[in-house]
């Protein structure tokens, strides 16, 4: 029932984009959403939807399973939109009662659009391709210098990998407890808003319960194994640069200097 | 009473993460039949029962509920679901009102039964479940493990299910709590006359209990017939990792002794009337 959210998750595939270094792929993200707001031109949205159409071709991901991401924003994507062009000053197209809605309006909403789902795809293809574990030794190692400013690097990048890891866990939980309740009869679907908040109870309250157990046992078991944070910890697998990471940088810095040259 | 007709499920379907959890299975259930599912870790037991009252839809085929397609466009899962309880593995997780009696009368309720007869409802289950009362008004979250599965097994209970699916109830009891789970199972079927399909792991369990014991293996029917039969097929048994009761090995022994006995025995009872008869003891 609740497997649509795809942020966060691991698709398990072998291809380049999987293999690159994770500090490569967070960069690449990185500069994929600047991209986004230093554009204002055709061109460059032309540009930047050729350039996510090739990594996820690369990715070998299937397009179907990334755009069941999009699912989660479409509410925030129809206001959004929505505001944009009926709240815009311009020629007018035509009127709604108080509402009018302008071609600016319209274009500013088409992009803002684009952008949104761009954003979002963006970031799924880096959890989709990158293990939490990946992710986060990536995290780690990128904002390692930020240790010398006391942030404590390690715990946050822990902490987040941690939170990774469980968003599929209560994602599955949740299911569970959701088939438990509908065995007894739970109606999560019907009914006006009141109704269907009440009939959350029965799902939150077993979920919050299970979600603190789980919390206490992993804690238990990481002290149990005499985790003490992150200093003199060393790595299994630590991170190492492959030439395609570098192939991968440079064609990173090409599209990142051709959107700004067509910025306007 | 229930049919499964060439069910078939597989999970993602159509993505790197797909997986077959079963294929074709097909099988009549009769009214007040005691079936045991058993079947070896990953092999689809869970799957397979989520489709007998609708929670889950099959990738193929379709169940039958007295006669009617239950995935029908038209068909009324909700009440569907107040005839074919499910408990599900470790259920005391599902647990959340305030009161235990509270908690048992949520399924009466979303029947749409009045206040005063799901809590009629309720503390007969409850009294069924063999909870002691003085707990009917505590919190849920103040029970001990088992008394928490007594009281979640009540609140499937309380609907007063025609058909009765249980996915492993004794998993993490003791030994003590194992039996008395079990023998409420049993006695549910005597004095309800509830069909009930046992999902297990132990074949001692199910052959004690068990009209017919059904054995799924890697996704696929291996046998559904009387345990007896079942039990003849030791060493199929072993290969799907599942071994036969340790009633059935003893007799193996016994014979390999020289000492003639039923080889097909399972239970204890079987098993001592068998050698008595063989010792000639009356
Ligand atoms: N949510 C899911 N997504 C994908 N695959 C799943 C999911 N749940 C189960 N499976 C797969 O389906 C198969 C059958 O699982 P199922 O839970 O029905 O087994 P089971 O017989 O109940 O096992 P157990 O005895 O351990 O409870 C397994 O191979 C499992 O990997
Ligand atoms: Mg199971």
């Given at each position: 029932m609740l497997r649509d959210i795809t942020l966060g998750q691991y698709y398990p595939v072998d291809s380049v984009i999987h293999r690159l270094d994770p500090r490569t792929k967070l960069a690449g993200t990185f500069v994929f959403l600047v991209s986004l707001f230093v554009t204002k031109s055709i061109y460059g949205y032309v540009l930047a939807t050729v350039f996510l159409a090739a990594v996820i071709m690369m990715s070998r991901v299937p397009v179907k399973f990334i755009t069941k991401g999009l699912k989660a924003i479409v509410v925030l994507l129809i206001i959004s939109v929505s505001f944009n062009i009926f709240l815009t000053e311009g020629t007018p197209i035509f009127t709604l009662g108080p509402l009018k809605a302008t071609w600016e309006g319209l274009q500013t909403a088409g992009f803002m659009g684009i952008r949104l789902i761009y954003l979002v795809v963006g970031s799924s293809i880096l959890t989709l391709t990158t293990t939490?574990?990946?992710?986060t030794g990536g995290l780690e190692?990128?904002?390692g210098f930020l240790r010398k400013i006391k942030v404590p690097v390690h715990e946050i990048a822990m902490m987040m990998s941690i939170a990774l890891r469980f968003i599929p866990i209560l994602v599955e939980e949740t299911d569970k407890i959701m088939k438990a309740q509908t065995a007894r009869g739970a109606d999560f679907e019907t009914g006006g808003l009141v109704k269907k908040a009440k009939a959350m109870i029965p799902l939150l309250v077993p979920l919050f319960i299970s979600a603190f157990r789980r919390?206490?046992?992993?804690?238990?078991?990481?002290?149990?194994r005499c985790y003490h944070g992150g200093a003199g910890r060393t790595k299994m697998k630590p991170l190492k640069y492959h030439k395609r990471d570098f192939i991968a940088y440079v064609i990173l810095l090409l599209?990142?200097?051709a959107m700004i040259v067509i910025k306007k | 009473?229930?049919?499964?007709?060439n069910l078939t499920h597989i999970y993602n379907e159509g993505t790197a993460m797909e997986s077959c959890a079963f294929t074709d299975i097909s099988f009549t259930i009769n009214k007040g039949e005691f079936i045991g599912l058993i079947g070896h870790t990953g092999s689809g037991k869970s799957t397979l029962i989520q489709h007998l009252n609708g929670l889950m839809r099959p990738t193929a085929g379709t169940v039958y509920f007295e006669g009617e397609d239950i995935f029908a466009d038209k068909y009324d899962l909700r009440a569907l679901r107040g005839k074919v309880g499910m408990v599900f593995q470790y259920p005391e997780y599902q647990l959340f009102d305030e009161t235990v009696l509270l908690d048992v009368m949520f399924g009466p309720l979303n029947m749409g039964l009045s206040k005063d007869e799901a809590r009629e409802r309720a503390l007969s289950a409850l009294r069924l479940s063999g909870l002691s009362e003085d707990k009917f008004e505590s919190s849920p979250f103040e029970l001990s493990g088992g008394q928490k599965r007594r009281a979640a097994i009540a609140g499937?209970?309380?609907m007063e299910p025609e058909v009765l699916i249980l996915d492993e109830p004794a998993a993490g009891l003791d030994p003590g709590g194992r039996n008395e789970i079990l023998e409420l199972v049993a006695n549910l079927r005597k004095e309800r006359n509830i069909t009930i399909i046992l999902v297990s792991h132990s074949m001692d369990d199910v052959a004690k209990y068990a009209d017919r014991i059904m054995v799924l293996n890697k996704g696929r029917l291996a046998f559904f017939d009387e345990p007896r039969a079942v039990f003849s097929h030791v060493e199929e048994l072993e290969e799907m990792g599942l071994a036969a009761p340790q009633m059935t090995y003893l007799a193996q022994k016994l014979n390999k002794a020289g000492i003639s006995v039923d080889p097909a025995i399972s239970t204890v009872e079987e098993a001592k009337a068998e050698i008595l008869k063989a010792f000639n003891v009356k």
């Open positions: 939490p574990n990946q992710l190692k990128s904002m919390a206490s046992d992993l804690a238990m078991a990481m002290e149990a599209y990142l200097a | 009473m229930i049919e499964a007709r499937v209970l309380s």
